[in-house]
């Protein structure tokens, strides 16, 4: 026997087939706003990840450690061989000049081309500059042995030195090793900015007194011997923590009060007059004045360089 659907079965079933697309609707709009809002909101989180990582991620503990070991590192070589050699020169008076500065030559090649094999990432243009800064000065540094060598035997070892302190590409040479030097302590600054949010700056370019010195970080006290060293063009075989330490010691010891120096940079003046900074200052005595300091891990933080 038929049975036919009355008008209210009709009416129920338009209904309940309404509220059932009306509830799917409802249903994937709301995945739709939700997946929109995730989607923003993870948008958020990205750009402000990708802005902190060009502000500081550039300059991870990682990239100061590879640079160390494979530019600074090779270029400190030739660097305490300079040091040593030109000692040499000017206490020994029967050292085969030109010898000396041909091997000088050959090690400033060497080292050039194992760091014009080198790069940095875009990332980081501070140890991309340092490199270059570097390379600039063992290829200077090649061509100014060059130019000497076949003179240097004629010449007096302490004379030759001195000759040398004039030469325009030495002077270039040790003005882009200064320069990269204040690279590479620039950017332990930009690493310890993602340690310390709060890290205390100054100006590098301005004097500073040595109430403000006293309270500033190692890193920040470091990065500011490297501006000076590079603005007087004072190429020395010690570190910018070696000069720090000697500072912060004569400062501890009351000479600078006794001397009437106001600022740092008349500490510094002294110091380097009398020769009072030695490579490996900064080691030795580390433990007594900086055992607290926040440090990457950079070996010649830990052991003589």
Same mark, same amino acid.
């Given at each position: 026997?038929?049975?036919? =659907?009355?008008?209210?079965?009709?009416?129920?079933?338009?209904?309940? @087939?309404?509220?059932?697309? +009306?509830?799917?609707?409802? +249903?994937?709009?709301? /995945?739709?706003?939700?997946?929109?809002?995730?989607?923003?909101?993870?948008?958020?989180?990205?750009?402000?990840?990708?802005?902190?990582?060009?502000?500081?991620?550039?300059?991870?503990?990682?990239?100061?450690?590879?640079?160390?070991?494979?530019?600074?590192?090779?270029?400190?070589?030739?660097?305490?061989?300079?040091?040593?050699?030109?000692?040499?020169?000017?206490? !020994?008076?029967?050292?085969?000049?030109?010898?000396?500065? #041909?091997? /000088?030559?050959?090690?400033? #090649? &060497?080292?050039?081309?194992?760091?014009?094999?080198?790069?940095?990432?875009?990332?980081?243009? =501070?140890?991309?500059?340092?490199?270059?800064?570097?390379? #600039?000065?063992?290829?200077?540094?090649?061509?100014?042995?060059?130019? +000497?060598?076949?003179?240097?035997?004629?010449?007096?070892?302490?004379?030759?030195?001195?000759?040398?302190?004039?030469?325009?590409?030495?002077?270039?040479?040790?003005?882009?090793?200064?320069?990269?030097?204040?690279?590479?302590?620039?950017? @332990?600054?930009?690493?310890?900015?993602?340690?310390?949010?709060?890290?205390?700056?100054?100006?590098?370019?301005?004097?500073? !007194?040595?109430?403000?010195?006293?309270?500033?970080?190692?890193?920040?006290?470091?990065?500011?011997?490297?501006?000076?060293?590079?603005?007087?063009?004072?190429?020395?075989?010690?570190?910018? &923590?070696? =000069?720090?330490?000697?500072?912060?010691?004569?400062?501890?010891?009351? $000479?600078?009060?006794?001397?009437?120096?106001?600022?740092? $940079?008349?500490?510094?003046? @002294?110091?380097?007059?009398?020769?009072?900074?030695?490579?490996?200052?900064?080691?030795?005595?580390?433990?007594?004045?900086?055992?607290?300091?926040?440090?990457?891990? /950079?070996?010649?933080?830990?052991?003589?360089?």
């Amino acid at each position: 026997m038929d049975k036919r =659907l009355t008008r209210s079965d009709y009416l129920f079933a338009v209904t309940f @087939i309404f509220m059932l697309v +009306f509830a799917l609707g409802t +249903f994937f709009f709301g /995945l739709k706003m939700g997946q929109e809002r995730s989607a923003a909101k993870y948008e958020e989180l990205l750009t402000k990840h990708n802005e902190e990582t060009k502000q500081y991620g550039a300059y991870h503990q990682q990239y100061l450690v590879s640079y160390y070991h494979t530019i600074y590192q090779p270029y400190r070589e030739f660097h305490k061989k300079w040091f040593d050699k030109m000692s040499e020169l000017e206490s !020994n008076q029967s050292a085969d000049a030109s010898l000396i500065l #041909k091997d /000088l030559g050959k090690l400033s #090649k &060497q080292k050039y081309d194992e760091l014009s094999s080198k790069t940095m990432p875009d990332s980081s243009p =501070l140890l991309q500059e340092g490199l270059q800064n570097y390379a #600039k000065s063992l290829k200077l540094f090649n061509e100014a042995l060059g130019n +000497f060598q076949a003179k240097a035997n004629s010449i007096k070892g302490s004379d030759l030195v001195a000759e040398m302190e004039k030469d325009t590409y030495f002077t270039e040479a040790k003005k882009f090793s200064l320069a990269a030097q204040k690279n590479y302590y620039d950017a @332990i600054i930009k690493w310890n900015e993602t340690e310390n949010a709060q890290l205390k700056h100054v100006d590098v370019n301005k004097p500073l !007194n040595l109430k403000d010195w006293g309270a500033l970080s190692l890193n920040v006290k470091n990065d500011y011997i490297a501006a000076a060293l590079a603005a007087s063009k004072n190429f020395t075989s010690f570190t910018p &923590q070696d =000069l720090t330490t000697r500072i912060d010691e004569m400062i501890a010891s009351g $000479q600078s009060a006794k001397m009437n120096l106001a600022n740092v $940079q008349q500490v510094i003046e @002294i110091l380097n007059a009398t020769g009072a900074t030695r490579s490996g200052d900064f080691v030795r005595n580390k433990s007594k004045w900086y055992a607290n300091e926040v440090l990457p891990q /950079l070996p010649f933080f830990f052991s003589q360089n």
